[in-house]
């Protein structure tokens, strides 16, 4: 008599692993938008504004290039050089 194979239990797991993530970032200051340029896109009026927006973005949207983002489409690659991306897990629970 053989013995019937049984399959291994499913162990499911759900993590939530935080990742801190440091964008170097060379921004030209005249990325600084105008009234007329918040009124259609963001309520961006500081440089550290504009260096959080485009961070962010080439974190959570994978952004490679200032063109890629509404608003900064026209702009040149040079206007915004992203020199450096780093991501360390701070923690996983």
Partial sequence: MSKAKTKPKKNRQTLTVTIVSTVKLDLDKSLLP???WRS????IRTMEEVARHIAYNVVAN???RITQLDGFADRSVDDCKILDVEHEVDEIR
């Fill in 62 to 64: 994978r952004m490679g």
């Fill in 40 to 43: 259609q896109f963001y309520d």
């Fill in 34 to 36: 105008d009234d007329e």
